[in-house]
């Protein structure tokens, strides 16, 4: 798992239903080739699970025991509850406050600050923590973990609470004043139960991240499951000690993933009925608006200023600065595989995606799930799986680039999932309908209009999943070849050293490869990229 | 000449049967309504034809040609027919040049003649050429739709019930607009509809579809003055049914002896009465024709349907009269008959439909 972009879990699409009346039922729409395709991606995706399931299994009972009952994992499973539970309630303050704000106040300029507040997520938390630890020399421990992880996090929460309180229907609002409910309750009431989806989504996702970051944790010196699981592997390949924390790693996303769902629960809460939606009415904030204002514009430096001013800084030093022919390597097989994974992903996700946008079967519903399931497992688990699964198996594939392919198609899957099936579900099947009365035959109709149709849905998703992985580096560290440095490897080695001016370069890069997620998270609807 | 015809068509959707031996013959050059109620299976009925559906059985042909049939399998792109679905199903990504001359050969797609010859056919000024979908009101993407599906000079133009997703002003001209660009074709039409009144004003035959069967196929007058039974009475509009016994040509009911729409044949039968063929009058005293009382009136400005409880029988009758004003709620009126009612077999008790 990245630390920077949004994972998507599982959810429930509105708009495919629809599409599939019994009535328009495509004949040729569950083709054995497509069910076979999905079925094989998901079994690929569950591969990181499989290996470790059967590592622990190998232990035996006892073992396994043994070591989950050692000091060292109550301390990593304190301090990774600690973590989740502060960062997740303060992102929870700070994304819906700031949500509210900006959405439904009078509060000035709030297209400034609905970009400001996404823009976070364009900032790896990684640099986001060398950032801090140059601001602040001392920081470390969970009271830095708690700083870093909410200002790099918060997004995930503002993103969809904003989107959702943005198009929220105020008609439910009115509904429940003229019931006689005053404005406090009606806040309460119908406010926060419109708003609760998407607030549960985004605090899973600030959890997953929580559980799988491993560089800004390990710059501020807090170990978790994540960077204790990689010392070990750093230490010797000890994949049996590992084995046993990787698996209650993957317990706990488990264990996130199911609260969030049972939270959820299967209530609707999006507007019934037809009609167009009004916008919802702004509170005026009078004379509170100074002290909003300090309170977004505090946000917005400690979380977006801070970084770009010490990134800034460094860069412009000139008895320090680098030449930017140093990034030349770095950037380029970046890109490199950022495009290869973009495009072997999006590709992944079709099958499955075409089989859900024309019919929802529990079949389809299953092989998606399961590809969810094994994307929230956190990337060093999925790493060290493919590094056991290629030294038994394949040992000419280990160190290879495709084994590093492997694990960011397995890791960003959903990412391109989620578009590709509005890409899918976008296109009305009566065209194709259309297009056979017209003269052409089943391969003719895609490629003259299910293809261009569809492309620029795709596009956004293999965008989402080329930004992903160009700023991911658990994974990296542990499987790009050797020789192989991506910019985020070589920030990481650059920063370790603490040369900070070598690395602020690498860092720089990155922010600006990520830019244009701000743009694509702001650009699409609360429904493609939150659960 | 035949243009379609349908022999013992069965379908079923995974474990529902849709279609139950359906047989049908559509002459060219004519417009055949399918009319029933959502659910019946007349969109099925449809797709079978085109293709988009195997039949479980049974024989489509197109023209002379066996498409869909005991081995034999055309695909709908080798049927050719012109097709227009409920909400046209203009690609989105292609102007309406390019919609219009999709399925024409290459080498006429570059030429633009037939591509304003479509849009003059269908009643459209030539610069919408140059529109994209999205900038077309409902009617004209219907019209598109309907050029688009003329393009290729189809055997067979297949309508999805086109106009039901218009409003209703819209409807009305566009209807005209497709009726009058199909006729100059001379086209073979089968619309597929849920709107009686399309059925009855559109097409030359009507065929009445009720659960995957066709109750009656024949000209609009005649399965509206004489339908099979008492579901195809209704699907064509309002009629109430009240139990008579006939007797030489004269049928004795709650509203008097009437002349028998039929000679032959004795015994108990259903008297069909549509709202227009009741006549209202105050009832006077010694009134020869059955009286009751008003007990409802809905009024629509052109007329109004007004519910009288015969005193004869205890039965509700349903009236459509232009009397202006309508007879009040709980007046008196005498209630005569107007030509003869059409007679059908002993189904169900009576009562308004």
Redesign the interface.
Known sequence: MSTTAPVTTPTPTPGSASTAS??R?R?GGGSPGLRLGAVLVALVCLLPLAVVALKAFEAGPSEVAALLLRPRVGELMRNTLALVALTGTLATVLGVGAAWLVERTSLPLAGLWRVLFVAPLAIPAFVNSFAWSTVLPGLEGLGGAVLVTTLSYFPFVFLPVAAMLRSADPGLEEAARALGLGPWRTAAKVGLAQVRPALLGGVLLVALHLLSEFGALEMLRFPTFTTAILDQFDVAFDSRSGSVLALVLVGLAVALLTVELLARGRTRYVRVGSGAARRPARARLGRATPLALLAVTALAVLAVGVPAWVTGTWLTRPEEALEPTVLWPALWSTVRLALVAALVTTLATLPAAWLLARRRTWFGVLVERVSYLASSVPGVVVALALITLSITWARSLYQTSAVLVLAYVVLFIPRAMVSTRAAVAAV?P??S?????????PLRTFV??QL??MLRGTLAGSALVAIAVSTELTATLLLAPTGTQTLSTAFWEASASLDYAAAAPYAAALVLLSAPLTWLLLRSGPEEHTP | MTALRLTGITAS??R?PVLHGIDLTVASGTTTAVLGPSGCGK??LL?VV?????PDAGEVRIGDELVAGPGTWV????RG???V?Q?G?????LDVAANLS??LPRRERRARERVAELLELVGLPAETASRRPDQLSGGQQQRV?LA??L??RPRVV?LDEPFSALDPELRATTREAVADALAHEGATVVLVTHDQAEALSFADEVAVMHEGRLSQVGAPSLVYSSPADRRSALSLGEACFLPGVLEAGVVHCALGDLPADRRSGAGPVEVMIRPEQLRLADARTGAVAPTGEVRHVAYFGHDALVEVHLDTADVLVRARTSHTPPPPVGSRVEVTVDGRPHLLAVGSAPGIG
Do not use: I, Q
Request: aromatic share 10%; glycine share 10%; no cysteine.
């Open positions: 019994p009535r039922r004949p009305p009566e065209l309908d259309a297009a056979r009365s017209l003269g052409d035959g003259r209009v261009p149709l | 959707h995974p529902t969109t099925t797709r085109a293709g988009f559906m195997r695909p709908p792109e080798k027919f012109g097709y679905a909400e199903n203009l690609f989105p990504h999709y399925g739709a688009r599906a393009a290729r297949l």
